[in-house]
C-alpha cells in the first residue's frame, strides 16, 4: 500500500481517527507523517546523550592499542599511566586535552631554575676552604669562613 499523501513510498504508519460524526483512516510513509507531527520522536535527556556517547568513545577507546605493550586507551585513561614508550607516540591525538588541561599548556618547557644549586656549591667551597684553614691552623681565618657559613644558615660547622 502506497502513501496517502506522496503516493510514491509505501505506507509505514497506519493513522485512524474516529470522530462524532465520520472515522479517518490515512496510511502514510514516515516521511509524510513526521510533516503532519503524527510522529513523536523521544527526546534524549542531556544524562541520556552524555551516556551514549560516552559508550561510543569508550567502544572506540578499546580499539585503539599500543603496539608496543598491547594496552588499550581505555585502560590508560582508567589506569593513568602508559605501559611504554611507544605508548605516547599511540595515544599522542587522543590524550593532547588531557595533558593541556593538567598542565595549563600542550607543550613542556622544563623545570624553572631555583638557584638553589649555585648556593649549593658556595656552600661546599666555603666548607672546603674552612677544611683548608684549620689544617693549617689559621683560625682567624677559619672564624670569617664560619660566619660567612652562618649568613647561609648553616650552623653545624
Known amino acids: ?60 577507546d578499546e580499539k585503539i592499542i599500543c603496539p608496543g605493550c598491547y594496552m588499550s586507551l581505555a585502560e590508560f585513561k582508567r589506569v593513568g599511566r602508559f605501559g611504554c614508550n611507544q605508548c605516547v607516540g599511540t595515544f599522542d591525538e587522543h590524550i593532547k586535552n588531557l595533558i593541556k588541561q593538567i598542565h595549563q599548556s600542550d607543550t613542556h618547557i622544563g623545570r624553572k631554575s631555583s638557584g638553589g644549586s649555585k648556593k649549593g656549591l658556595e656552600i661546599y667551597k666555603l666548607r672546603e676552604q674552612l677544611k683548608k684553614a684549620l689544617e693549617n691552623e689559621a683560625y682567624e681565618e677559619a672564624a670569617e669562613i664560619r660566619d660567612r657559613l652562618k649568613g647561609y644558615g648553616i650552623d653545624d660547622v
Open 1 to 60: 500500500m502506497l502513501c496517502d499523501d506522496c503516493k510514491n513510498k509505501p505506507a509505514a504508519i497506519f493513522f485512524k481517527e474516529v470522530l462524532p460524526d465520520k472515522t479517518v483512516e490515512l496510511h502514510l510513509c514516515e516521511e509524510c507523517a513526521s510533516k503532519r507531527g503524527l510522529l513523536v520522536t523521544k527526546k534524549l535527556s542531556p544524562s541520556e546523550i552524555l551516556q551514549r556517547l560516552l559508550k561510543q568513545r569508550s567502544a572506540q
